[in-house]
């Protein structure tokens, strides 16, 4: 039986692994050490909140007492706690530094201190933009060349793992991954924005050309991914894990989106691009499918449907973001 520090556990992806290992680890305790950041959102958790082998802690990852009594008294940290928006970072990026490099360091202190495996979640936007032309993808080995203040914090934030890694000998693994998408995600990001301003009648903003290509990964693929690393990653190296079906274009994105919803293209309105806005991203997964069997098992088709139907079934859960009251349910259901 182990005791898992999940950091950022009532994000996206944080709260899908913790619903992940718990069905998957059934002896596993996990401990959600999350500050409730307003993307921080307890409904993620609320079907598992009794869970004995659940526990949540309200706090920050750059609070030195918290992460040290937590580290001290678990067996491994995973490391999913940031600042997660490019948009946001771009207007400021104070949080982004505090967060995400301050707090991974402070967590990487304690790991040295006392002797834990450590697992840091990061980013492919670390490496920077790929063309439309190229057939390059990236992949353990790619250079880091951050564009935006979100990917630069990551990359000083993967810089450090790697430097403790080599320095102070942490049992410390990194994986960068491609563009998640699935369940709990906060509608400020592109599918979830999509589906939900579909829903109330309203248009999809799309940046630019809308030819930017991501590399979809459903997020119960990527929770599988840690844990393979987790179980057989060897210690100190990087894992980049990407997705099924591989690369799409936001216009195309959309269309899917549109035609799940049946829905016309007249939804769909060009806006002004993001600054600096990265034109390409794709994973070369092979690393992680040789050393650990990382093969991803939901197609993106699939499961962009039934993620839209998952919006669609749970109309309260985004409501209550819009509307502001997800925030009301820590007071409601804790103090
Ligand atoms: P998210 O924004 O949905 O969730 C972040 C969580 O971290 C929230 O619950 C928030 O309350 C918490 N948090 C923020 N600052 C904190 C602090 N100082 N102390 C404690 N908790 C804090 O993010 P996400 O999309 O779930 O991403 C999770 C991780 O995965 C991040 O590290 C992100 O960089 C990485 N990642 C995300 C994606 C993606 O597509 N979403 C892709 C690659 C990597
Ligand atoms: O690649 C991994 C990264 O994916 C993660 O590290 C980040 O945490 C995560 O937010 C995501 O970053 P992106 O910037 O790629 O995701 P976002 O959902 O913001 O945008 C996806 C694409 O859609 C991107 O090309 C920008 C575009 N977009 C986004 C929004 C919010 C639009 O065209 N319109 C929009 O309103």
């Not at 944080?14 to 500050?35: A, C, M, R, V």
């Not at 967060?99 to 006392?114: C, F, H, P, R, S």
């Not at 450590?118 to 439309?132: C, K, M, N, P, Y």
């Not at 999509?194 to 459903?218: C, E, H, M, Q, S």
């Amino acid at each position: 039986m182990a005791k898992l520090l999940v950091t950022g556990g009532a994000g996206f992806i944080g709260s899908n692994f913790i619903h992940y290992w718990l069905k998957t680890h059934l002896q596993d305790e996990i401990i959600n050490l999350d500050k409730l950041t307003y993307a921080g959102n307890l409904e993620n958790l609320k079907d598992i909140e009794k869970n004995p082998n659940y526990k949540l802690v309200v706090g920050d990852i750059t609070n030195v007492d918290i992460v040290g009594s937590l580290v001290k008294d678990c067996d491994a940290v995973v490391h999913l706690a940031a600042e997660s928006h490019v948009d946001r970072s771009i207007m400021d990026a104070a949080e982004f530094i505090r967060t995400n490099v301050l707090g991974t360091q402070i967590l990487l202190d304690a790991v040295k201190q006392y002797d834990k495996r450590f697992h840091h979640v990061s980013t492919d936007e670390v490496f920077g933009a790929l063309t439309l032309e190229s057939k390059n993808k990236f992949n353990e080995n790619t250079p880091y060349h951050p564009t935006s203040p979100y990917a630069a914090s990551k990359a000083a934030s993967d810089h450090l793992v790697r430097a403790f890694i080599y320095t102070h000998k942490i049992a410390a693994t990194i994986s960068n991954c491609s563009n998640n998408f699935g369940p709990y995600q906060f509608p400020e990001k592109f599918i979830p924005l999509a589906v939900t301003n579909l829903l109330v009648g309203k248009k999809i903003p799309v940046y630019g050309d809308g030819l930017y290509v991501r590399d979809w990964l459903f997020v119960e693929d990527h929770c599988r991914g840690i844990d393979l690393i987790l179980e057989k990653g060897r210690i100190g190296e990087t894992y980049c894990l990407g997705g099924m079906t591989s690369e799409i274009n936001n216009l195309e994105v959309i269309k899917k989106i549109l035609k799940i919803l049946g829905e016309s293209e007249d939804k769909i309105e060009l806006v002004k691009d993001r600054p600096g806005h990265d034109r390409r991203y794709a994973i070369n997964w092979s690393k992680a499918k040789q050393e650990l069997g990382y093969q991803p098992q939901f197609d993106f088709d699939r499961y962009l449907e039934k993620t839209v139907q998952w919006y669609q079934q749970n109309k309260n859960w985004w409501q209550n973001i819009k509307s502001g009251s997800y925030k009301d349910y820590y007071e409601k259901q804790y103090q």
